[in-house]
């Protein structure tokens, strides 16, 4: 790990240097003609390089047009179609490894990831990343309970690219978010037309198939159509489909003197399997990981058709029937509207969508770790028979019958039911206009309606074999009590129905100023206030079959009737000020400071207990962040490198953590520094290396409990080199490519007692280009079958560093195969 923080630090100091002294030099002679050996990198370097010198970015940009990506003042990242495709992403979340700076567990599945930006404190989901959809953002809050930004969203070959934006002018524009902002642009239609057919299938039984359709339909009008519709049993099979759905978006676009129209819709109605930890073999305080026994922790999941169809104790007389392939699925619309036109000297810019969805989660969330048979039955007799012997009762399969081994190991799982049901309106307008010669003003403002419809049931535990596509268990004991039913053996602890709405509005002003041609600065503000208002049911213990016997339903959780309501206000002013100066046409160095907030959500309102507390702007802060980077960009044909430097300081974030029986809430700041880097390097022709990845170091403050430890789950070091080769065969190529990546070691939890060993892995990838019209691609992830954690087990608190254990390891190899064609 030493060896790896060395190796980083030496190579990103040595690069800064290198070429800002080139870019110094070149600065120095910028009228001079380019030397032979720079007109020849240029020449082998083609279309995609000059692509990237002249890209231009939309997110975070004052502009509607958008700003050269070399000439902006903040950190944001790209990716084309074809960079998306050959980053191998295996969901939303997935595509954020391309992003320096932010650390994506992807491992849930296509759903339900935890997302970390660096010197951003969050234990889980991805409170600081928003998701847009062209500049609109799909829903406008980034996270919720059970449902986080990337879970409303899923990549086809609809998207043109995708633009990530971390900090920077952020703070101002759109939803205000401080952290990162994913900003996915749709294909509009060109006058050349585009139809592609593509068939996929791999890993998992994988069969997906793939549509676009895009182009010119008359003078003036464009249009697309595509989308998407796959299977699969995913790489840890359930014994049921893990992925089945699809997706279908369309566009419409009126080209108009000075400006374009666009109207959008985009409906999904896919399930996804969410998986959660397996068992495991901690030892070495944690820094040694093994495989349990029985048990493949790279495609094993406890998940299985035993107990795919599930039944919950809602309440006396009332049980509800689920099914664990519904997972995290979505089932929702979004439909958008956008303006861009230049109007008698104003740039005039309205963009508009309406989202509508069902976001439930229906899925298993282990519990306790792993432990013998016999030691269940003597911890239950423990309980609920304690004069009887500690083997006395017995244990039983519930399918199959039979006695279970005592030295079976067993698992304890509940089965969880969450339904959201999610809608909003959002609406952001924004005027420009250049006052005196380089002399640019915008003004604008945002409204965002926003509701969330809950219906929770958490806990409903399951006793299960510690085994892949586990077993239930029945237990009862000799005095006449039955443990476990159907292998049900805990109750319902927290089913809350609840009902919010909200509404944001800000106004916003930015100034930008092109002092000379080498030389601009820009800065703005915000004012938004948000209005949240909720109602939750109040809750009491029953015991839904009036039997003391059957204790694994009593003391369960059911509303009473009666609801709290819940109701708060808030306002906060966000500032943004950043500088660029040019080096040379195509380098520039830029300073960005900015002070931005998010509010509290609907579930910080809930946990917040009382209306009392609720309005205690001490004890249910809004979050605050203070950010300063230092940034160097470069581009020309022979290498291209984006580097910063950042300064975080985080006040008032809450954080929760639902266990096995209860939900804990603490509140907590950081800080954070450390440097963000993307180079690249095109030695030869048709060769590139790239390298990408961030050092941090944040820690807690604010919280004596946890104040001085490392930022939970988010590593020190990671980055991934990444080497491309492209052999010309003729009216053919071939491009080969591949990408290994570290990821440090970090801390499972706030106290920093669960430790997440480092890992690597190996991802390799062919593209066969044939002709004008086919395309064959390879792709294998995880190749070498690294077993990596992204997290402990979440259910419990303390140490969990020997022994058994369950925590979340990444998926193992997986191998994809398509063949696209264009017609």
């Known amino acids: 790990m030493n060896n790896s923080k060395h190796f980083l630090r030496s190579a990103v100091a040595l690069a800064v240097l290198t070429l800002v002294s080139q870019a110094q030099a070149a600065?120095?002679?910028?009228?001079?003609?380019?030397?032979?050996?720079?007109?020849?990198?240029?020449?082998?370097?083609?279309?995609?390089?000059?692509?990237?010198?002249?890209?231009?970015v939309v997110t975070g940009t004052a502009s509607a047009s958008g700003t050269r990506k070399i000439d902006t003042a903040f950190s944001i990242t790209t990716a084309t179609a074809e960079q998306l495709k050959a980053a191998s992403p295996s969901s939303t979340a997935d595509i954020l490894k391309l992003v320096p700076g932010v650390y994506a567990e992807s491992t849930g599945g296509q759903s339900g990831a935890n997302v970390e930006v660096r010197g951003f404190p969050s234990g889980s989901d991805s409170p600081f990343v928003s998701v847009q959809l062209n500049g609109n953002p799909v829903y406008p809050v980034p996270v919720l309970s059970f449902f986080e930004g990337t879970s409303a969203f899923r990549l086809d070959d609809t998207i043109e690219r995708v633009e990530v934006l971390r900090g920077g002018p952020s703070t101002i524009y759109s939803v205000g978010q401080p952290g990162a902002t994913m900003n996915f642009i749709l294909k509009t239609g060109e006058d050349v037309p585009e139809r592609t057919i593509r068939l996929?299938?791999?890993?998992?039984?994988?069969?997906?198939?793939?549509?676009?359709?895009?182009?010119?339909?008359?003078?003036?009008?464009?249009?697309?159509?595509?989308?998407?519709?796959?299977?699969?049993?995913?790489?840890?099979?359930?014994?049921?489909?893990?992925?089945?759905?699809?997706?279908?978006?369309?566009?419409?676009?009126?080209?108009?003197?000075?400006?374009?129209?666009?109207?959008?819709?985009?409906?999904?109605?896919?399930?996804?399997?969410?998986?959660?930890?397996?068992?495991?073999?901690?030892?070495?305080?944690?820094?040694?990981?093994?495989?349990?026994?029985?048990?493949?922790?790279?495609?094993?999941?406890?998940?299985?058709?035993?107990?795919?169809?599930?039944?919950?104790?809602?309440?006396?007389?009332?049980?509800?029937?689920?099914?664990?392939?519904?997972?995290?699925?979505?089932?929702?619309?979004?439909?958008?509207?956008?303006?861009?036109?230049?109007?008698?000297?104003?740039?005039?810019?309205?963009?508009?969508?309406?989202?509508?969805?069902?976001?439930?989660?229906?899925?298993?969330?282990?519990?306790?770790?792993?432990?013998?048979?016999?030691?269940?039955?003597?911890?239950?007799?423990?309980?609920?028979?304690?004069?009887?012997?500690a083997s006395s009762g017995s244990m039983t399969y519930v399918n199959g019958g039979g006695a279970v081994d005592p030295n079976q190991q067993v698992v304890q799982a509940g089965l969880w039911s969450v339904e959201k049901k999610l809608t909003s309106f959002t609406n952001e307008l924004r005027v420009s206009r250049e006052l005196f010669a380089g002399h640019t003003l915008t003004a604008g403002g945002y409204y965002a309606n926003y509701k969330s419809d809950d219906e929770w049931y958490l806990g409903n535990s399951h006793l299960m074999t510690a085994t892949p596509n586990a077993r239930l268990i029945n237990v009862s004991l000799a005095n006449g009590t039955v443990v476990a039913r159907n292998g049900k053996e805990g109750n319902v602890f927290y089913a809350p129905v609840a009902h919010y709405k909200g509404n944001n509005l800000a106004l916003f002003l930015a100034d930008e100023w092109k002092i000379s041609d080498r030389l601009r600065v820009d800065a703005g503000l915000r004012r938004e206030r948000q209005s949240l208002e909720g109602s939750v049911s109040n809750l009491t213990a029953r015991d839904t079959d009036n039997n003391p016997l059957t204790v694994y339903n009593n003391s369960t959780s059911v509303p009473t009737g009666?609801?709290?309501?819940?109701?708060?206000?808030?306002?906060?002013?966000?500032?943004?000020?950043?500088?660029?100066?040019?080096?040379?046409?195509?380098?520039?160095?830029?300073?960005?400071?900015?002070?931005?907030?998010?509010?509290?959500?609907?579930?910080?309102?809930?946990?917040?207990?009382?209306?009392?507390?609720?309005?205690?702007?001490?004890?249910?802060?809004?979050?605050?962040?203070?950010?300063?980077?230092?940034?160097?960009?470069?581009?020309?044909?022979?290498?291209?490198?984006?580097?910063?430097?950042?300064?975080?300081?985080?006040?008032?974030?809450?954080?929760?953590?639902?266990?096995?029986?209860?939900?804990?809430?603490?509140?907590?700041?950081?800080?954070g520094h450390g440097v963000e880097f993307e180079l690249a390097l095109r030695p030869t022709k048709n060769l590139q290396v790239s390298l990408t990845g961030n050092y941090q170091k944040s820690e807690y403050r604010d919280n004596p409990a946890i104040a001085g430890n490392d930022v939970?789950?988010?590593?020190?070091?990671?980055?991934?080199?990444?080497?491309?080769?492209?052999?010309?065969?003729?009216?053919?190529?071939?491009?080969?490519?591949?990408?290994?990546?570290?990821?440090?070691?970090?801390?499972?939890?706030?106290?920093?007692?669960?430790?997440?060993?480092?890992?690597?892995?190996?991802?390799?990838?062919?593209?066969?280009?044939?002709?004008?019209?086919?395309?064959?691609?390879?792709?294998?992830?995880?190749?070498?079958?690294?077993?990596?954690?992204?997290?402990?087990?979440?259910?419990?608190?303390?140490?969990?560093?020997?022994?058994?254990?369950?925590?979340?390891?990444?998926?193992?190899?997986?191998?994809?195969?398509?063949?696209?064609?264009?017609?």
């Open 562 to 671: 009666s609801f709290t309501r819940l109701e708060r206000d808030d306002s906060v002013n966000s500032f943004t000020a950043g500088g660029l100066y040019k080096l040379n046409k195509d380098t520039s160095v830029f300073v960005r400071a900015n002070t931005g907030h998010t509010f509290i959500y609907f579930d910080d309102m809930r946990n917040a207990g009382t209306q009392a507390a609720l309005n205690d702007r001490n004890g249910v802060p809004n979050p605050e962040v203070t950010q300063y980077e230092i940034g160097f960009k470069t581009a020309n044909p022979l290498y291209s490198a984006y580097i910063n430097a950042f300064y975080t300081d985080f006040t008032g974030i809450s954080f929760q953590q639902i266990t096995t029986n209860a939900v804990l809430n603490s509140v907590s700041g950081s800080r």
């Open 200 to 389: 996929t299938t791999g890993t998992g039984d994988l069969r997906r198939g793939d549509i676009f359709l895009g182009g010119k339909l008359a003078e003036g009008w464009y249009g697309t159509f595509g989308g998407f519709y796959r299977q699969s049993h995913g790489v840890r099979d359930p014994q049921f489909l893990a992925d089945d759905g699809g997706q279908l978006t369309a566009t419409l676009t009126r080209k108009l003197e000075g400006g374009a129209v666009t109207m959008y819709v985009r409906a999904t109605d896919e399930k996804n399997a969410f998986y959660t930890g397996v068992p495991l073999i901690s030892s070495n305080g944690g820094r040694d990981i093994s495989e349990f026994p029985g048990f493949d922790p790279l495609t094993g999941t406890l998940m299985s058709n035993e107990m795919r169809y599930f039944t919950i104790d809602a309440a006396p007389g009332k049980t509800l029937e689920r099914d664990l392939a519904e997972g995290r699925g979505m089932q929702a619309a979004v439909w958008g509207l956008n303006y861009e036109q230049k109007l008698a000297g104003w740039d005039v810019s309205n963009k508009a969508n309406y989202f509508n969805g069902d976001l439930n989660t229906i899925s298993m969330f282990t519990g306790n770790n792993p432990l013998a048979a016999r030691d269940y039955l003597a911890t239950a007799n423990a309980s609920y028979n304690p004069l009887a012997a």
């Open 712 to 823: 939970q789950r988010q590593p020190n070091l990671q980055f991934r080199f990444t080497p491309s080769y492209r052999i010309p065969l003729g009216d053919n190529s071939v491009k080969l490519y591949g990408t290994y990546t570290h990821i440090g070691d970090r801390w499972a939890d706030q106290a920093n007692l669960s430790y997440l060993p480092s890992y690597q892995t190996l991802d390799l990838g062919a593209l066969a280009s044939i002709g004008d019209n086919w395309e064959l691609r390879l792709s294998a992830t995880n190749l070498t079958n690294e077993l990596g954690l992204t997290e402990g087990n979440s259910r419990l608190t303390g140490a969990q560093s020997s022994g058994p254990i369950n925590a979340r390891p990444i998926f193992g190899r997986a191998v994809e195969a398509s063949v696209m064609y264009r017609f």
């Open 27 to 56: 600065g120095q002679a910028a009228v001079q003609a380019p030397s032979a050996a720079q007109a020849t990198a240029q020449d082998a370097a083609g279309a995609q390089v000059a692509q990237e010198i002249q890209q231009v």
